[in-house]
T-cell receptor, first 111, second 112 residues
């Protein structure tokens, strides 16, 4: 079962912030975040493991609330290069190798 | 270091034809998987493998077969192509399901 992402799409001006949410009906072991540019392969951003940690690099960070089975990706002071489709992927306890993705969030950053 | 290599990049098939999408990785990863990507549907897991000789079904396995005879290769077979299988197919590999996944460049398949 695919995790649910929201919003489906968001349009920003350069320098604005955005939050993308990911939730699951299953107990989660890990949450993955990827970004895909049009016509290209998805590229890894980060993984959060069971334990409720928060990770980040540069101006992109993420949190994982294990109890609520939710994760959020935070993009601050967005840049034009942040444009693309963001996917969250999840693995659940008992099947740590089955990585399933949500439908994606299309992020457009305009000048 | 090539990473994950998929062939072909583009393919047109007639309904009922069979073909194999190739996927090879040179990172000695145990975990490999196949996804299909359709507009508005995200990446849907077709089959995955946790090592040579071990495969399992994902979310949308019908119409596809896989085998894993070596660590490096994980081919995806379409036995009798249908227009509903028109899609972009991505192969990915990783050390485990909880580490960074490396994706191939994709195969764009059209079934007419």
């Amino acid at each position: 079962q695919q995790p649910v992402q929201s919003p489906q799409a968001v349009i920003l001006r350069e320098g604005e912030d955005a939050v993308i949410n990911c939730s699951s009906s299953k107990a989660l072991y890990s949450v993955h975040w990827y970004r895909q540019k049009h016509g290209e392969a998805p590229i890894f951003l980060m993984i959060l493991l069971k334990g409720g940690e928060q990770k980040g690099h540069d101006k992109i960070s993420a949190s994982f609330n294990e109890k609520k089975q939710q994760s959020s990706l935070y993009l601050t002071a967005s840049q034009l290069s942040y444009s693309g489709t963001y996917f969250c992927g999840t693995t659940s306890g008992g099947s740590n190798y089955k990585l399933t993705f949500g439908k994606g969030t299309l992020l457009t950053v305009n000048p | 270091n090539a990473g994950v290599t998929q062939t072909p990049k583009f393919q047109v098939l007639k309904t009922g034809q069979s073909m194999t999408l190739q996927c090879a990785q040179d990172m000695n990863h145990e975990y490999m998987s196949w996804y299909r990507q359709d507009p508005g549907m995200g990446l849907r897991l077709i089959h995955y493998s946790v090592g040579a000789g071990i495969t399992d079904q994902g979310e949308v396995p019908n119409g596809y077969n896989v085998s894993r005879s070596t660590t490096e290769d994980f081919p995806l077979r379409l036995l009798s192509a249908a227009p509903s299988q028109t899609s972009v197919y991505f192969c990915a590999s990783s050390v485990t399901g909880n580490t960074e996944a490396f994706f191939g460049q994709g195969t764009r398949l059209t079934v007419v």
